[in-house]
C-alpha cells in the first residue's frame, strides 16, 4: 500500500507521536508532506520513504499588529487570531516538481491524524487534487477542545464540515479506542470507526519476579503535560509517607527534556527522582526492568475532556514488557477502563486505593506479575500486531 502523510510534524521526529507513526505505518511505502519542523530519524528501515516540507504560505494577511490588540478584548482577539491562523492555512503551496512527485507515488489513501488548520486544509486541497479518500485517525478528542467553539464558532463549524465531507467520501476513520468508537459512530453518521492504537514492533513478553532483597522499582514515563505534572508530585509525595510492605523501593520518574528543564527544581524527594529522556532503545530496556509500570492522567475536568477517549502511547509499550501497570487518573478515562477491562493493570482513583494497589501488587508480586504477563500476551496480539494493523488498513483502500 502507498500512504501519503500530511501533518504538521514529520514522523522523523524522535518523539512519542514520531515513533508512534513510524510503528503504525510500518512495511508500507510512504511520502509525507509535513509544515513544521522535523528532526530527522536516521535509523530508517522502510521500504520506501520520502519527505519533504511544504513551502511556506502567501503572506496574503499578517498577525495583528501589537498596537492594535489593546482596542479589541480578549475574547474578540482570540477570534481574529483564529481567522488569520485559518486563513494562512489555506494559501499553502506546492510546487509542480513536488506535486509530481506525488502523482509518480501513486498513493491509495492520505493519511492524517488531523488536529491542526494545516493538516486538515491541505489533506482536503491534496485529495481534490489527486482523487483519494483522506482517512482520519483521532488520537485525542481534539475536535471537542482543540478547535474551541468559544474562540471562533465559524470557524469550528468549516473545519468541521470539511472533516465530516472527506470521512463521508471516504466512509472510514480511525479511532483509538472503543471508546471512542462509540461516541462518534453516534456523533458522525454513515461512517465505519476502526480502532487502532501504538502498534508495537515486537512481543518479549518475560516474567522475571520480585527477587529477594531486591530495590523495588517503580516507573514512570512520559510527559507532565495535560495536567500530569500535579498527579505527579502528589504520588511523589505520598511515597515518601509511605515504607510499603518494609521493601525498599525508588520511584523513577522520565519525561522529556523541556519537561525535565522547567520541573526538576520541584523534585526533592528521597524515593522519587526524575531523569531527562532517554532514547527509545534504552528505554525499552528500562521499562522491561521495572516491576511496575506507572501512569498518570489530571483529575481537572478540562483535561479529562482531551484525554477521555485517548489510549496513552506509553500504555501500549508498558503492555509489551507484561508488567503489572498501575494508572492514577479518573475513572472515566479511557486509559484507566483499558487496563482494567483487559486486566493488565489496576486503576487508583484517589491516594488511599493507590496505596492498597501497591501494597497489593508488592506482597503478591509472582502471583499478579504472571497474571498480567498472560493477559498483556494476549492483548498484544490481539490489538497491537501488525496481523492486526494490517487487517484494518486493507478495509481503507476504496
Not at 137 to 152: A, E, L, Y
Request: with cysteine; charged share 20%; proline share 2%.
Amino acid at each position: 500500500m502507498n500512504i501519503l502523510i500530511v501533518n504538521n510534524y514529520s514522523l522523523q521526529e524522535n518523539t512519542p507521536l514520531g515513533i508512534t507513526l513510524r510503528n503504525l505505518l510500518f512495511h508500507y511505502n510512504l511520502m509525507e508532506v509535513y509544515n513544521l519542523r522535523s528532526v530527522k530519524y536516521q535509523d530508517q528501515q522502510l521500504p520506501y520513504f520520502e519527505s519533504f516540507q511544504i513551502s511556506k504560505n502567501k503572506k496574503i494577511i499578517n498577525d495583528m499588529p501589537f498596537e492594535l490588540r489593546s482596542k479589541f478584548n480578549k475574547v474578540r482577539y482570540a477570534k481574529i487570531k483564529e481567522y488569520v491562523k485559518y486563513t494562512k492555512s489555506l494559501f499553502h503551496v506546492l510546487s509542480k516538481k513536488n506535486i509530481q512527485r506525488i502523482k509518480e507515488f501513486n498513493p491509495d489513501i492520505i493519511y492524517t491524524i488531523g488536529e491542526s488548520y494545516f493538516a486538515i486544509n491541505f489533506s482536503s486541497y491534496l485529495s481534490k487534487l489527486l482523487d483519494i479518500n483522506v482517512i482520519y485517525h483521532f488520537m485525542d478528542n481534539w475536535i471537542d477542545t482543540s478547535f474551541n467553539i468559544v474562540k471562533n464558532r465559524l470557524i469550528n463549524r468549516l473545519i468541521l464540515g470539511k472533516i465530516y465531507n472527506q470521512m463521508t467520501k471516504s466512509r472510514n476513520a480511525l479511532v483509538i479506542s472503543d471508546l471512542m468508537k462509540k461516541e462518534y459512530e453516534n456523533r458522525f453518521k454513515n461512517i465505519e470507526f476502526h480502532v487502532i492504537g501504538n502498534i508495537l514492533t515486537n512481543n518479549n513478553l518475560t516474567n522475571l519476579g520480585l527477587k529477594d532483597g531486591k530495590e523495588f522499582q517503580l516507573l514512570y514515563m512520559g510527559g507532565l503535560h495535560i495536567g500530569r505534572i500535579e498527579t505527579i508530585m502528589e504520588m511523589c509525595k505520598l511515597l515518601d509517607s509511605q515504607r510499603l510492605m518494609n521493601v525498599p523501593f525508588m520511584f523513577n520518574i522520565y519525561v522529556p527534556k523541556g519537561h525535565y528543564n522547567k520541573y526538576q527544581h520541584l523534585f526533592n524527594f528521597k524515593n522519587s527522582r526524575i531523569f531527562n529522556e532517554v532514547d527509545n532503545t534504552k528505554a525499552q530496556v528500562l521499562i522491561r526492568k521495572a516491576d511496575i509500570l506507572i501512569h498518570v492522567e489530571s483529575f481537572k475536568q478540562e483535561n479529562i475532556e482531551y484525554t477521555k477517549y485517548s489510549l496513552s502511547t506509553k500504555i501500549t509499550e508498558y503492555i509489551s514488557a507484561g508488567r503489572p501497570i498501575i494508572i492514577y487518573g479518573p475513572s472515566e478515562i479511557n486509559s484507566a477502563q483499558y487496563i482494567v477491562n483487559n486486566q493488565i493493570g489496576f486503576n487508583a482513583t484517589t491516594i488511599d486505593s493507590l496505596i492498597v494497589y501497591l501494597q497489593n501488587i508488592i506482597q503478591n508480586y509472582d502471583e499478579i506479575a504472571q497474571k498480567i504477563n498472560a493477559n498483556s500476551s494476549l492483548l498484544f496480539n490481539k490489538r497491537h500486531s501488525y496481523e492486526y494493523r494490517n487487517s484494518i488498513f486493507n478495509k481503507l483502500k476504496g
